[in-house]
């Protein structure tokens, strides 16, 4: 209860976007044209998204705030920054009002790198706004290796959680407890669509398809048992550097002693 | 005459050279590579900023407390009966990433005066815990300084961790909240091939052999522990089955089949399975060959051949006494219990290979075979003490001639 007045507090103390970055998640939805230092002159008096910085609000729950910048050209430039749920997209908001906004911009240019964000804007009595912002949440991009853990290896050491309470939010998506697929992976070993299975409540599990990577469903199933997915057994042991098909060669996946593998097209299961 | 001419027409020549090289020097120092000036040499004026920054700074000093809070104990070990009961066979291990331990520092239990000193900007600042969150009953009337933090949305790369709130002395009425997560719990299992079982009687039979290419599997150091299982329960307001015996929190929480695998699978994880605790435990030949020709089976994880070993002694000789070093390395019946021990660690830094406790293992190969029974419970001689010998076990911890049963568990990471 004391921390939660003093995050409310802090919240209507400290507007500035400045500080709830250093406790970024992630840089999304970057304008695509747009290059790191480079002053934005065109398309004059339209309105671009900059980007999107998703970040831990003061009760951990994952926020987006949305840049969008009218760029100068009969007018002067205007700044818009917008604070969203971090699952809807900023280019839905990019015409609506925003609470915070910076007016009269002369000449606007930012760059986003993995330790920084950085934004400078000038105005035409020659005053200057500039936002520097370190990134504390470090986003570790790093390759598992012995004696690492998977707290390290999947979201860092320490992370930094805003001093600021956004309010009105939409309910945060809870992780999923149903049995849904959270990674799709076509029979052909192609990825349909990227894995979500890390948001998934209680873990997930895999059906072995002979590739790299299987298709992947949210919730707990003991694999090998009769009626169930085959268990995966891997592609390289064989040493036969080859695509395996189900059907002919079924050595990838494994049942419990007793059971045979049945291929339900390139997916193994047990009977 | 030819001598002294050629005497003064070589001392300009030096001194035009060395003229030279002196500008070229200049000229080169000029351009030479500058160390990068100090990130953040300039204070900030504003408050809220120089806050970011002095916690930035103390980050290193916040996770040395938090990872390795082992060293920071002097003796005789730390004072705080509510948090932490310190015995000396509780290994050093059990206060590493221990919110109890956490708690315990800022509450005095530790030093007189906690707090971590942070030299920045030519200044010390000391970076303080709060105890922001409301106290467990359960434990003490203290409030905490720590809150488990349970992943209550999508979106965030963790299941679990512990929210903590830090503030700066020297800038007052500003704090900060931060997840320290659990980097002490696991360890990476590498990508290779890997056997199965026992050595196979066949001696051209390859046996079962699998391999975890693609795949990021970490393994539990230690079994899982009473005071990790009273987190749980907390969390699921099973107050009532909280094991409050602080003496008894680092040691192997007993649970039945169902709820350790209950309790994994609150974090994401699984039950450590047969060919996981044998990939972890067999030690390759060569640990830089992942695809190897041929595998082989050792019989324990420090030694390949049974016989050399001290399990090895003890069947031919009935008088075997048995050493320190030997109770270190698989804790058999005759040796003292210990806690969080690490004398034990296999080639990936996996504890209690063979001996301490039986183990219960999933076993989608040999669904019976589902229980390590090499445990304190038998003699040195025992010819379960020995890798990919397993026993049956029928999930159940309270039947009367059970052996108590301790459980791991193991997380793939998803793509």
Redesign the interface.
Known sequence: ???LY??LF?SLV?A?P??RW?SA?DVVERHEFYNDHEVIVKPKDTWQTLFGV?F?D?R???AKDCLYFRIPGKTPGVLRMRTIS??ESCEKYIFDDSIEKWENIKTLEFSVTPERISLSMQFPDYKSKKWDI?R?NLKPNIK??????????????????S?VIVENQPK?????TGKKL??AISDDCQELSP??????????YEIPNGC??GP?YCG?L????KHQPA???????Q?LNKKFDCNQDSSFA?C??GLVIQCHGAEAFCL | MKSAKSNTSIIPKIIVILGTLSIVGIILLFFRPRPKAREYAEKPKEPQKLFAQVIRASETQVLKLWKDGDSFIKTPGPNCPDEIAFEKNIGRNYYQCQPHFWQCYWQGGVTTKPGLEIDVFGQTYHVKARPAFPALLDYSTEHRFYEIYDRKHSGLPFHQGYLVELEVEEIPGLSTSVILTDTCRDTFLPQRIYAYGKNQTKSKDEGFIWDNFDRNIFIDKFYVSNQRVNEWRLQNKQSDKLLIDRKKWPEPALLSLADQKAYCSSLGKRVLEANLFDAATMSPIDSKNTKPERLTRPQTPWQRDHSKTFLGMARINADYQLTPLDCQLAQVQGCTQNFYTTDSSTWMGMNFALGFYPESLINFVEPEKNLKLSSRFQTAESEWHELGHRSKWNGEQDQPMNRPVAFRCYEEVAP
């Open positions: 209860m004391i921390a003093f995050m802090s400290f500035d400045t500080l250093t998640v998703t831990l003061g951990g729950i994952l971090a699952t370190p504390l598992p290796e012995l004696n690492m853990s998977s707290a390290e290896f999947r979201s860092g050491l320490m992370i930094f959680l001093s945060p998506v809870a992780p999923e959270c990674h894995s979500t299975c890390g948001t998934c409540a209680k873990g997930w790299s990577q992947k707990v003991e694999c090998g048992k268990c995966r057994r891997g592609y390289v042991w040493r494994y419990s002693k």
